[in-house]
């Protein structure tokens, strides 16, 4: 069974080997398990993984402050990939925004990467503008990606702040 969890402290360093199995096998930039660490400092930052088995499949990450979601990693195993893994975190992140009454969900995408394109543009996000030759291993511009989360969605329920604890 899958199960989507928040990962702490405990939880990178359970998973540190598996985090960065995937991390290695899917940007040309990977993350170091201290940048992870670094990321974990910050009270705005958040990480969850999709766990079966005790085996983590895939991982999000990204700071919620103010009225706004910045998505700044998400990831899936490759052997995993296409098993809809990637949307299923994506659309908790988004319930979870939607619930705690944030209004917009930001990120950066390559213009290449069209697998992670396709998902956000599957969840409704737009191309909001483009930041230049912001990739420096490949020079390539990002796009910048947005999503409006529905004010009757956040009206719905209310579940106050994310907690870390
Ligand atoms: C992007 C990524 C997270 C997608 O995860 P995934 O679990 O394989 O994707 P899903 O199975 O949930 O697919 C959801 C949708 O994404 C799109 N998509 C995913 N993989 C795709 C591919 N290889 N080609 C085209 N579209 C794709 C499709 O629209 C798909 O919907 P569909 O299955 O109804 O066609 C995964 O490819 C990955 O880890 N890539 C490397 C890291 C990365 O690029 N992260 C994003 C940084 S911005």
């Known amino acids: 069974m899958n199960q989507i969890v928040r990962i702490g402290w405990k939880g990178l360093s359970l998973y540190a080997e598996q985090i960065i199995e995937i991390e290695n096998s899917s940007f040309p930039s990977p993350w170091s398990i201290n940048a992870f660490k670094e990321e974990m400092k910050k009270s705005i930052s958040h990480l969850w993984a999709l766990i079966r088995d005790k085996k983590i499949l895939g991982y999000i990450c990204f700071w919620m402050f103010?009225?706004?979601?910045?998505?700044?990693?998400?990831?899936?195993?490759?052997?995993?990939?296409?098993?809809?893994?990637?949307?299923?975190?994506?659309?908790?992140?988004?319930?979870?925004?939607?619930?705690?009454?944030?209004?917009?969900?930001?990120?950066?995408?390559?213009?290449?990467?069209?697998?992670?394109?396709?998902?956000?543009?599957?969840?409704?996000?737009?191309?909001?503008?483009?930041?230049?030759?912001?990739?420096?291993?490949?020079n390539e511009d990002a796009i910048i990606m947005m999503l409006k989360l529905s004010a009757q969605e956040r009206d719905k329920q209310h579940l106050g702040p994310f907690s870390k604890s």
């Open 66 to 138: 103010d009225t706004e979601i910045q998505i700044i990693n998400l990831a899936v195993h490759p052997e995993n990939r296409r098993q809809k893994l990637g949307q299923s975190m994506l659309k908790r992140m988004i319930e979870a925004g939607s619930s705690n009454g944030l209004q917009s969900i930001w990120l950066e995408v390559r213009p290449s990467n069209v697998p992670a394109k396709n998902l956000y543009t599957k969840f409704g996000f737009h191309e909001a503008g483009r930041r230049k030759r912001y990739y420096n291993d490949t």
